[in-house]
């Protein structure tokens, strides 16, 4: 089975702190991705990455960046926290190549609150 | 991007009852997921399917991409199927991104 791991499941932060949200996968996928999700908004895609050290900005990148050192964990990064990113965030992975499928796994969930 | 369109946003059901969600895109997906979100926030997978018909014990999900749909049939609800209901669409290649819905939050009462 898929197994998609995120580094907490809830997590308090003050505003202008920096934090960091982890997430590893076990599958070798090569596409990683982060997502925020909102009551009435659903899933929003921050940024994702296709291969080591690659990302691409996904529809509302601002306030947020990542890292991808491994291909098996991927990092989301909150540089100076603020209310307004207090949601809850989920990691997926999926795999690429001919073929397919090409379905995207998730994790647990990290509801995040910034105070 | 593309648009994706969930209906109805929220349903309440007694045990036992049929239901079907839809779910229409904008534009042409080649690559399609329903995902069941349940109480503790995680994301199921239930089915992987850009095209045809599926069936997993008592649901079962419909394609029709010519026309830019998709279907998701739960039958003889129970109430361990209540939480919101997720269907995502995209294009394969270039990380294979899918854009969701906004959900359906279903109650499935006793």
């Known amino acids: 089975d898929v197994k998609v791991t995120q580094s907490s499941r809830y997590l308090v932060k003050r505003t202008g702190e920096k934090v960091f949200l982890e997430c590893v996968q076990d599958?070798?996928?090569?596409?990683m991705f982060w997502y925020r999700q909102d009551p009435g908004l659903g899933l929003r895609l921050i940024y994702f990455?296709?291969?080591?050290?690659?990302?691409e900005k996904g529809d509302i990148p601002e306030g947020y960046s990542v890292s991808r050192e491994k291909k098996e964990r991927f990092s989301l990064i909150l540089e100076s926290a603020s209310t307004n990113q207090t949601s809850m965030y989920l990691c997926?992975?999926?795999?690429?190549?001919?073929?397919?499928?090409?379905?995207?796994?998730f994790g647990p969930g990290t509801r995040l609150t910034v105070t | 991007g593309i648009q994706v369109e969930q209906s109805p946003p929220d349903l309440i059901l007694q045990e036992g009852a049929n239901s079907t969600l839809r779910c229409n895109f904008s534009?042409?997906?080649?690559?399609l997921q329903w995902f069941h979100q349940n109480p503790w926030g995680q994301l199921i997978n239930l089915f992987y399917?850009?095209?045809g018909t599926k069936q997993n014990g008592r649901l079962s999900a419909t394609t029709v991409a010519t026309e830019r749909y998709s279907l998701l049939y739960i039958s003889s609800s129970q109430t361990t199927d209540s939480g919101v209901y997720f269907c995502?669409?995209?294009?394969?290649?270039?990380?294979?991104?899918?854009?969701f819905g906004t959900g359906t939050q279903l109650k499935v009462e006793l």
């Open positions: 599958m070798d996928h090569e596409n």
């Open positions: 995502a669409g995209g294009l394969t290649g270039g990380g294979n991104k899918l854009t």
């Open positions: 534009d042409s997906v080649n690559n």
């Open positions: 399917i850009p095209s």
């Open positions: 997926a992975s999926s795999a690429e190549g001919q073929g397919g499928p090409y379905e995207q796994y």
């Open positions: 990455s296709y291969d080591v050290k690659m990302k």
